[in-house]
């Protein structure tokens, strides 16, 4: 494709069979647990044509190779397999609890040490990263929205020769590409708002270095992490609208921010669109939108956040993010969140509704 088309463009047309007549349009998922010998594919732990499309697709629009995995889960399993034994760790002091568990079991075996950093306090970071196999960053960080500084944490990482990795699911290729400004590989739970219709759990990364491409797919091999065909044709045919779903969700977000900052019942509201947010001018700097995820807290009160949760009428009660509907949770009902997120903070992604029909259900439910 024209290498100067929009990312917009890109996530249209990207990855499609080619322009040959009585060729179809997009690619259908292939159902096929090997293949006639002879070839390269080999056999189905190895390759899939559904996979190849949304690879390519993820690759063109954050500038490097992708590789998709059978959960988001599994692509970060795979990445701190790189890790050398006993090999160290920078990792966020808040981010996806899924991957702080993961860390914290491996420190806790002796697999990995592991050194946790505020990620938003970047002279915290650039010390901590002296002699460290792998930054891990995550920005907008889930759910407590701290913003890192990118540029500069990445360039310490080179510095230090230190692998950085970006989980760059909150704020999607289209507002973020950290393999610009010098992460080494980006991931992303795909499950979120690549897929975008919350029908499909999937991982993949993006990276432009061949070496740790070819590394991480040996380990997709090893490990057996592959995602089924049927899910990754759905999450592309769901990311061929991501643009249109983004600016609805974003604009919704930043509605209903302005919203509840008013409200006397919310205490704190975290966007980095606001323009009193501690990420705010770093968010301006590096992404190109604030994204639709926000968070609040009420006055600490867990027990009403809980409420406020369970009330709403439209807002859908359940944990996940990047969904076309919108959600809510208190994201400390989870034994496993990290004690230091607010107990009364919810956690609302934000979807493609009409935002009037938002703000009446959500202000309703602060009201309960
Ligand atoms: C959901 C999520 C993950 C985990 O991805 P799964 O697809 O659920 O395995 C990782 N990072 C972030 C930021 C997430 O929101």
Redesign the pocket.
Same mark, same amino acid.
């Given at each position: 494709m024209t290498p100067d088309l929009d990312p917009s463009t890109v996530v249209v047309h990207a990855g499609r069979p080619e322009r040959v007549p009585d060729a179809p349009l997009g690619g259908s998922p292939v159902f096929s647990s090997t293949y006639l010998a002879g070839g390269q594919r080999g056999y189905g732990r190895f390759d899939n044509d559904a996979w190849a499309a949304l690879e390519q697709t993820l690759g063109a629009l954050e500038g490097g190779r992708g590789l998709t995995f059978?959960? *988001?889960? #599994? #692509? $970060?399993a795979a990445l701190l397999d790189l890790v050398p034994v006993g090999g160290r760790v920078v990792a966020p002091q808040h981010?996806?609890s *899924?991957?702080l568990g993961l860390l914290d079991q491996q420190a806790s075996t002796g697999r990995v040490q592991l050194q946790r950093v505020d990620i938003a306090d970047t002279e915290a970071v650039t010390a901590a990263v002296a002699g460290a196999d792998l930054l891990w960053i995550?920005s907008p @960080?889930?759910p407590a929205m701290e913003v890192a500084d990118l540029p500069a944490l990445c360039a310490a990482g080179r510095a230090a020769g230190t692998t950085v990795v970006v989980?760059n @699911?909150?704020a999607t290729p289209l507002l973020q590409r950290p393999l610009a400004v010098g992460a080494d590989v980006v991931?992303?739970? #795909? @499950?979120?708002f690549i897929a975008g219709h919350s029908d499909v759990?999937? *991982?993949a990364i993006v990276t432009a270095d061949d070496k740790l491409w070819t590394a991480l797919e040996t380990k997709r091999r090893s490990l057996g992490a592959i995602p089924g065909p049927m899910e990754a044709w759905l999450a592309l045919r769901g990311l061929r609208t991501l643009a249109l779903r983004l600016d609805r969700a974003q604009a919704n977000a930043a509605f209903l921010a302005e919203r509840l900052l008013e409200h006397p019942r919310v205490s704190r509201v975290r966007y980095p669109g606001l323009p009193d947010d501690p990420g705010h001018v770093r968010a301006k700097q590096q992404m190109s939108g604030f994204g639709a995820i926000l968070a609040i807290e009420l006055g600490g009160d867990a027990d009403r956040a809980q409420r406020v949760c369970e009330s709403t009428k439209l807002w859908v009660h359940a944990t996940? $993010? *990047?969904g076309v509907e919108s959600m809510l949770e208190r994201r400390r009902r989870w034994p496993a969140e990290v004690p230091t997120i607010p107990a009364d903070l919810i956690r609302l992604s934000v979807g493609i509704e009409h935002p009037n029909d938002l703000w009446t259900d959500l202000a309703q439910a602060l009201e309960s």
């Open positions: 059978a959960s *988001g889960m #599994a #692509a $970060v981010a996806y *899924g991957v995550e @960080t889930n989980d @699911t909150f991931m992303h739970s #795909a @499950t979120k759990v999937l *991982g996940s $993010v *990047g």
